[in-house]
Every structure is written in C-alpha cells, then in structure tokens.
C-alpha cells in the first residue's frame, strides 16, 4: 500500500498501487495519478507530459519510496518558480515500492484555477468566459 498525504490541505490517500486505474496523466503509479485517481485537484495543465511545471511538488518526506529524478523533468524543473532542492514533477516522480510521502504544493501553484473550474486557493472559481 502507498499512502500520499498533499499539504498544505493535509488530506492523506491511501491505494494499492498495482489496483490503481491509471488513467495515462504522467508516469505510471505517478504522484498526479494518485492524486487524479483520488479526487484531489494537482494542476497539470500539459496533461502530465513533462512539458510544464504546473504539477510541481516538493517532497517532504518519503523521497526512499520514489523514483530518481531523470534528466527531462530536471530540464523541466529548472523552469518552475520557487524550486527547491526536493522539488519534483507530480506527473514525472512515481512510486517505486509501498510506502508514505508526504508532498507540499507550493503556494504560487495553489492558485492556478483548475479544469474543473475549482481551486484549492479560490474554492468554486468561476472559469474564464463562462458565467
């Protein structure tokens, strides 16, 4: 079993990773798909193909249980504001064995407004253009 807690909402998901339903959003048994597959809003506003920085997390702890980082999402992370030295890509860093994570968004990407129109920042925002 895997176990993410996303701060600052201190929400925590639980899942078996090999029963997960990936649903093609980053890397298989990514961070963003546990997120997706858990009702949890991560912004991925490329779709989870390492060609933003909109999924950008930074672990604070439980880094054992992930994968290293690869060269792409280092290019990648290079351009995200507020980079820290644990930063990683939600759709890029992948479980690599069970364990607990425990990952912040960080502020700047709170108040992005999701695709579905919410954000954890703005609560039920209301989309560009629509009323």
Not at 13 to 23: R, V
Not at 36 to 45: M, P, Q, R, S
Request: aromatic letters at 6%.
């Amino acid at each position: 079993m895997a176990k993410v807690t996303f701060l600052p909402a201190n929400v925590s998901y639980e899942c078996d990773l090999e029963k997960l339903p990936y649903h093609d959003h980053g890397l298989p048994k990514s961070c963003l798909d546990v997120a997706i597959n858990a009702g949890f809003t991560l912004e991925h506003a490329c779709g989870g193909n390492c060609a933003c920085t909109t999924c950008h997390v930074v672990v604070k702890s439980g880094a054992e249980f992930l994968s290293d980082l690869e060269d792409d999402e280092a290019d990648r992370l290079n351009e995200a504001a507020d980079l820290q030295l644990d930063s990683r890509l939600g759709c890029q860093v992948h479980f690599v064995k069970d364990g607990e994570v425990v990952l912040e968004i960080p502020s700047w990407n709170r108040n992005y407004i999701s695709e579905g129109g919410a954000s954890m920042n703005l609560g039920d925002a209301i989309p560009t253009g629509k009323k």
